[in-house]
């Protein structure tokens, strides 16, 4: 669900050019599902082929990642494993949320309501395992590497941030910072117009920086703290306790340094509560070093054009991005700009 930290962190708006000659580790299952709720029909059905196959997420893997590597950033993708036991009730709940949106969606294209159909179309999102196969295949195609967690995808960029095998690590959910990311950026696959729900209204999104130094500084917490703060307000693994939010939460880990002082106070209990906290602080990763490959162009275009029927013109397009990042020398820094 991502935990809603917006309103407390520091962050800074950025071009992606700035970006160039960084390695950045993107949250997979983030990202996928980005690209099939994002990449649909007008009336909200996904892109299909001609056999009726979804294709939204390849077509999001090739033409928006084309974007990045165009601007010499250096992408590597990261996968959940199996999620904690904890986490089986959000799963559960996201589920049958799924299920009342496609009730909703089909009642919205049987009454001719497109608007409304898109946006329950959005929520039925669903991300199959042979989706997840196939992104992984395509993105050995384009030379761009991939790993799977043992567990939480999050957990895994923090820990390659960790291991200084990439710069930053890239989701929409804040999700990573708790797992311990130091440098995070947010919109990195989403810059550009964007249309506001349910209105004839565009706004840019540009790709943004957490800067956790300085929001540590400027709420007077840590890392431990932050933690407490969002297990209050509820997170992947726990409900959390109504009517707390994150100012709300903040100020009760101020005064109290801790969520049981926190908890006391309000006269509530939360389940797990040491579990759930070494989930974030000790969560389980794998080493992995990146490699970053020239793509295989004719084998790409095989499988895109071949099995999935892309248009052979786009793909070569969107290809030469790819081979030509290769070559070229922008190697700017974010002290640059």
């Known amino acids: 669900m991502g935990i809603q930290l917006s309103s407390l962190l520091e962050t800074r708006k950025i071009k992606v050019e700035e970006l160039s000659g960084q390695r950045i580790a993107i949250d997979g299952y983030n990202v996928l599902y980005q690209f099939l709720t994002s990449i649909r029909q007008a009336d909200g059905s996904l892109l299909t082929d001609s ?28 996968f959940d494993g199996k999620p904690p036991k904890l986490k089986m009730n959000l799963l559960e709940e996201r589920r049958q ?14 009454a001719g309501d ?20 196939d992104s992984k295949k395509l993105l050995d195609l384009l030379g761009i590497p991939w ?15 960790e291991q200084g095998m990439v710069d930053y690590g890239a989701s929409q959910d804040f999700d990573t910072v708790l797992f311990g990311a130091s440098k995070f950026i947010r919109n990195l696959t989403l810059s550009g117009r964007r249309k506001l729900p349910k209105q004839q209204k565009w706004v840019e999104v540009s790709p943004e920086i957490v800067d956790l130094e300085t929001s540590f500084q400027k709420l007077e917490i840590n890392r431990e703290q932050l933690i407490d703060v969002a297990i209050l307000m509820g997170t992947d693994f726990n409900p959390g306790i109504d009517g707390i939010g994150p100012k709300r939460g903040l100020k009760l880990i101020q005064e109290f340094g801790k969520a049981e002082g926190a908890l006391e106070k309000l ?36 499988y895109l054009c071949n099995d999935y029927s892309f248009n052979k013109g786009r793909v070569e397009k969107a290809l030469e991005k790819y081979v030509e990042s290769k070559t070229k020398a922008r190697q700017f820094t974010l002290g640059d700009f």
């Open 51 to 78: 056999e009726g196959r979804v294709t939204s997420h390849l077509s999001g893997i090739l033409f928006r990642f084309s974007k990045l590597v165009e601007n010499g950033i250096r992408i590597c993708v990261v």
């Open 147 to 161: 790993v799977e967690a043992p567990s939480e995808g999050e957990a895994q960029v923090a820990s390659l941030l």
């Open 267 to 302: 006269g509530k209990e939360i389940d797990n509560l040491d579990e759930i906290r070494t989930l974030f602080l000790d969560h389980p990763s794998v080493d992995f070093t990146p490699e970053w490959r020239t793509p295989n162009v004719e084998s790409t275009i095989k």
């Open 114 to 133: 497109r608007e409304t159909a898109r946006t329950k179309a959005q929520q039925t999102t669903r991300l199959e395992s042979h989706m997840i196969d």
């Open 97 to 110: 949320r799924k299920i009342k949106a496609q009730i909703e969606w089909e009642a919205a294209i049987e």
